[in-house]
């Protein structure tokens, strides 16, 4: 007999069967839900394979096995329930999930593969199945972490359908542990909009250990999330994604306001550790929306494990986070970023209350990174920030003015000229740089060097400028 499968745009049931014609007398009508909104592609099996996944969700659901079972799910619940099916035939296959829910559980996953090591490709939408309904929010916690075999790239309409406020983990440890998820992070996978009222662990985990993701960071992955930052909001988030590459991007986190007062604990503890891949400058603006209140761990491992990133540390990069301190506050936020050069910003943590401490709260800082462990001497002197204890040997400078230099420090002229001599026998350096305004520039075939000037009349042993209505002289060597 000829088998008519009966659907509509939804995948849902269809009962409009005025419009069908049919010439064969036995056909056989068998409605099912067939439209495919998400599939996932198996590994290769074995005849007697048994693949399984968990539901949480209520709804009306198809699963189409792919080997021509089609099981249909009722579901007027919304706990948990494993779903198995055991392949008589060896091969790889497409399991299709169609219908649509119409309730959730809470932070449980609707649906899960956590562990599976059959799975090795997703495609399609789950948002599209589990979309928001309403207030409510499906969860997607873990949905695949540990599916060791998944190889695919990651949909970009993997959470369409979905929006609103950020429920408690709703994404986090997606795909943790999925070491051979490849490819690029699409851009726009949390098209939302999102809002985020402090609930912890939204995005937290997100992709950690999934060392084959390659590719930048999307400049706009968090776009549409905008709210107070909640607890373990982006805690490990890119965890050990070694190949990732390129430079963090300066609006990554720049509609995540707060904390709140509630909110915020080690939200931003290992996002990017162990990122090695990771090139380029931190951009100074990355917590330009993080604000007030200090809450434990924030800032805790941050950048730890990135030695590709360079440059110096922007003074600016902590300039919004202000308070008392708080545990773990700082603990080894650069640790082992050995590319970091420069000093440490005299007003880096310029925000926090002067004298008060906190257990651990900058233990290994600077760790392993390139700063430097003293000041240069000539035109800077180190800066006491007052937490000097805590890094591991590396200081801060400040500049001492434009009109005080050292020939120890700063390069001789290069070009076979390093000091200036008069009849009488006086000899005055001669330098690369220009250090003071004004100075005597000393014109050569291969360049310009300058003679730095102080204010004021140097006497007998000294050269004497008349400048803008000023005495300026011109100091000896050994001056």
Not at 94 to 104: K, L, R, S, V
Not at 154 to 165: M, Q, R
Not at 311 to 317: A, D, V
Not at 442 to 453: E, Q, S, T
Request: with cysteine; net charge negative.
């Amino acid at each position: 007999p000829q088998v008519v499968q009966i659907i509509n745009d939804a995948g849902m049931f269809s009962t409009g069967l005025a419009a069908l014609e049919f010439t064969n007398s036995d056909a056989i009508i068998y409605p099912f839900f067939s439209k495919d909104k998400f599939i996932v592609t198996t590994t290769y099996l074995s005849a007697g394979t048994t693949f399984s996944f968990t539901m949480q969700a209520a709804g009306n659901f198809t699963v189409n096995w792919g080997d021509g079972t089609i099981e249909q799910i009722e579901r007027t619940n919304t706990n948990v329930a494993t779903y198995s099916h055991t392949y008589d035939n060896a091969g790889a296959y497409q399991i299709g999930f169609g219908g649509m829910a119409t309730g959730y559980p809470g932070a449980a996953a609707v649906l899960a593969f956590t562990g599976n090591p059959y799975v090795a490709g997703i495609s399609g939408s789950l948002g599209a199945i589990f979309p928001t309904l309403g207030t409510s929010q499906p969860s997607f916690k873990e949905a695949f972490k540990d599916c060791v075999n998944l190889t695919s790239t990651i949909p970009s309409t993997l959470f369409d359908g979905v929006s609103g406020t950020i429920a408690d983990s709703q994404f986090r440890g997606v795909f943790q542990g999925c070491v051979n998820l490849a490819g690029p992070i699409p851009a726009d996978l949390f098209k939302g909009p999102f809002v985020s009222v402090g609930k912890q662990f939204g995005f937290g985990h997100l992709f950690n250990g999934c060392e084959n993701l390659s590719g930048e960071i999307p400049a706009g992955l968090f776009a549409n999330v905008s709210g107070p930052v909640g607890h373990y909001m982006f805690t490990h988030l890119f965890y050990n994604n070694a190949r990732l590459t390129g430079s963090i991007p300066a609006d990554l986190f720049a509609n995540i306001t707060g904390p709140s007062s509630s909110y915020g604990q080690r939200a931003f503890r290992d996002t990017f550790n162990g990122c090695l891949g990771l090139t380029g400058s931190i951009p100074g603006g990355l917590f330009r929306g993080i604000t007030t209140t200090i809450q434990p761990g924030i800032f805790a491992r941050t950048f730890a494990n990135c030695p590709g990133l360079t440059g110096p540390i922007p003074e600016e990069l902590f300039s919004n986070v202000t308070g008392i301190p708080t545990q773990d506050l700082f603990r080894q936020t650069f640790d082992g970023d050995s590319g970091l050069t420069g000093y440490v910003p005299a007003n880096l943590f310029s925000g926090l209350t002067p004298g008060a401490t906190a257990t651990e709260m900058m233990t290994g800082v600077f760790s392993g990174t390139g700063l430097e462990t003293e000041c240069p001497s000539c035109r800077t002197e180190q800066y006491l920030t007052g937490y000097e204890s805590w890094f591991d040997g590396r200081v801060s400078c400040i500049p001492t003015g434009n009109d005080t230099f050292d020939g120890d420090c700063v390069e001789y002229c290069p070009y076979g000229f390093t000091k200036l001599k008069t009849k009488t026998g006086l000899e005055f350096p001669i330098f690369s740089e220009k250090m003071t305004t004004p100075s005597i520039n000393v014109k050569l075939d291969d360049g310009i060097c300058f003679v730095p000037l102080r204010s004021g009349n140097g006497g007998r042993r000294s050269l004497n400028f008349k400048y803008q209505d000023k005495i300026w002289h011109a100091g000896t060597v050994d001056e």
